[in-house]
């Protein structure tokens, strides 16, 4: 109960200080598992493509965060693990550790995951490389619908280290869904998600 | 011919009543418009023409409660459409990691201070707080931050759109600091006087554009503008505010001339404000007013003409027989004797022949205070 409160707080106080729009282009939100998959540039991130789902598929959407950061801290480890219901990854894999079977599970759950495959927050413009691990996910669930999210402006509005946010007003574009097509190449894989991905981007510069 | 004008509280109801039945008459063209024409289709015109006359309800319920609250209601509603149009300029606006300082300053440090020294009448600092403070620090913020990619760019860019949002349309509330001889207590139609008739010139542009717009003026910068919509939308409001003189302190030819400068003034703010946002691919420059865009796209009029309507009035109230200080509008020393004494009186004001009424004080000539 107190969770549900604090994650419509959490969701409502973010979209009041983003006055977010969420534009679905060619596509809707479907209720089947879909790896939203965007840019990453602040820690609100995930944040805002969860408050922009329908609730009920939010409540079936988990995003898919860094264990180091969000472990660190009693309340850190509460709100992912029991608010925002977080599945975590060690950014530093050991040996014996599964990182794509830990994220397979929600998808076998009929759950849905949000992705930021750049691994790490930009701090310039554009994309970073996409680690690989998104590839290896369509692998092992070839079923699963990719779904390219760009998040416009909150990067600008909190960025990494940054205290106070810039009231700027923040948008997502979803586009269109992609999945691994037979006999697809990682490279190219990789390469078709990020010019997916780039292509939403609302203003070029 | 005398014609008695109505107190300052009259005159607001007066017009605020005015503008309700305008919106009657709108709302039912709308709905006549829609069973006629479209026969309750959708058609995407009359749509947008109801959409857009459903948010000036909205606008007018808005303004009617802040100009009956009284200044500082204004004040605060101005403060509020700066913040919006500001958030609305930047956020289609090139910025860098280093510009996040400078764009702080901007939001929550120059905005609120540029409206409370209008709410302190402190005009002398008011009317160079951006122009020069805000124009030397903010580009030495973003510096210390050590990127230079487009520096000049963005630099200029955080510039414009401070000046545009907040410096240009603070002066449609500093018409309050105005101290305009014969016309104490009457600042706030002032300021309706020039929203009514900047806003009337954006919307006869529009119903004269749609009803016999022919010859584009330029497509390239605004596809709707129309030399027809400009010529029929200036003249029509420049009529409405020569009628509206007796809300100002001008003779009624004044008012038809200054009338014509600021609609003049208005549409070419529309029309640079549409240049900027061609250039950033953009139809409109948000979505918060229903039917009409963002709130810039509501305000990019008033922004160009206010600060030359506001300096015109002031000049105007230098040519009565009282000494002026700061082209009319008044100075800090009024301050000084409510008791938020921050310098003491000018030598304009201690050079003061006889008396002199503001807001309620007497001035005696060489008076000293705290």
Do not use: C, N, Q
């Given at each position: 109960m107190l969770e549900k409160l604090l994650a419509s707080a959490f969701c409502r106080a973010i979209k009041l200080m983003t006055g977010v729009r969420a534009l679905w282009r060619e596509n809707q939100p479907k209720a089947q598992p879909t790896v939203y998959f965007a840019n990453h540039r602040s820690h609100g991130d995930f944040l805002l493509i969860w408050a922009c789902l329908p609730s009920a598929l939010r409540a079936r959407t988990r995003p898919v965060a860094a264990a180091d950061y969000w472990l660190r801290g009693a309340f850190r480890h509460y709100l992912i693990e029991r608010v925002f219901r977080g599945v975590l990854l060690d950014r530093h894999i050991k040996r014996g550790d599964d990182p794509i079977a830990v994220m397979g599970a929600p998808l076998l759950a009929g759950e849905s995951l949000i992705l930021f495959p750049e691994g790490t927050r930009n701090q310039e413009d554009g994309l970073l490389p996409f680690k690989s691990g998104i590839h290896h996910l369509a692998e092992a669930h070839p079923q699963t619908e990719f779904v390219p999210v760009w998040i416009e402006n909150l990067g600008r509005a909190m960025?990494?280290?940054?205290?106070?946010?810039?009231p700027l007003l923040c948008s997502l574009t979803f586009g269109a869904p992609l999945t691994l097509l037979p006999d697809e190449r990682r490279a190219d894989f990789l390469a078709r998600c990020r010019t997916a991905l780039l292509a939403l981007a609302a203003l070029s510069d | 011919m005398i014609i008695k004008i109505p107190d300052p509280q009259t005159t607001l109801v007066l017009i605020f009543s005015a503008l309700a039945g305008l919106l009657f008459i709108a709302s039912a063209i709308g709905a006549a418009l829609r069973w006629r024409l479209a026969r309750g289709q959708a058609n995407p015109v009359i749509d947008n023409l109801i959409a857009r006359i459903n948010a000036w309800w909205v606008m007018v319920i808005l303004f009617a409660l802040t100009f009956w609250i009284g200044n500082t209601g204004v004040i605060l509603l101005f403060a509020f459409i700066s913040f919006q149009a500001l958030r609305e300029f930047i956020s289609v606006t090139y910025t860098r990691r280093g510009d996040y300082r400078a764009l702080l300053w901007c939001f929550f440090f120059f905005l609120p201070l540029q409206y409370w020294l209008i709410a302190t009448h402190w005009y002398g600092l008011f009317a160079i707080l951006i122009p020069v403070y805000a124009f030397l620090l903010l580009p030495i913020s973003a510096a210390l931050c050590a990127d230079t990619t487009r520096f000049l760019e963005r630099a200029a860019k955080v510039q414009w759109g401070l000046m545009i949002c907040v410096y240009c349309l603070s002066y449609v509330p500093a018409l309050l600091m105005l101290n305009i001889p014969g016309f104490s207590g009457r600042n706030l139609q002032l300021a309706l006087f020039l929203v009514i008739t900047v806003q009337t010139s954006d919307v006869c542009q529009y119903i004269w554009g749609k009803l016999c717009g022919k010859h584009k003026l330029a497509p390239e910068i605004?596809?709707?503008?129309?030399l027809e919509g400009l010529v029929g939308g200036v003249l029509t409001s420049t009529a409405v505010g020569a009628a509206l003189w007796?809300?100002?302190?001008?003779a009624p030819w004044q008012a038809a001339l200054i009338a014509l400068i600021i609609n003049m003034l208005g549409f070419f703010g529309g029309f640079v404000l549409s240049a900027i946002k061609r250039d950033r691919g953009?139809?409109?420059?948000?979505?918060?007013?229903e039917g009409h865009g963002g709130i810039l796209d509501r305000v990019d009029s008033l922004s160009f003409s206010a600060p030359i309507f506001s300096i015109s009035c002031g000049t105007g109230?230098?040519?009565?027989?009282v000494p002026q200080v700061g082209h009319g509008f008044t100075c800090r020393a009024s301050g000084v004797c409510r008791g938020?004494?921050?310098?003491?009186?000018?030598p304009a004001y201690k050079a003061m022949p006889g008396l002199r009424e503001t807001k309620g004080v007497t001035f005696v000539k060489n008076l000293e205070c705290g």
């Open positions: 960025p990494k280290g940054g205290l106070i946010p810039v | 605004s596809p709707s503008k129309t007796w809300m100002t302190p001008f953009l139809k409109d420059w948000g979505s918060m007013i109230g230098e040519h009565e027989s938020t004494a921050r310098r003491a009186p000018t």
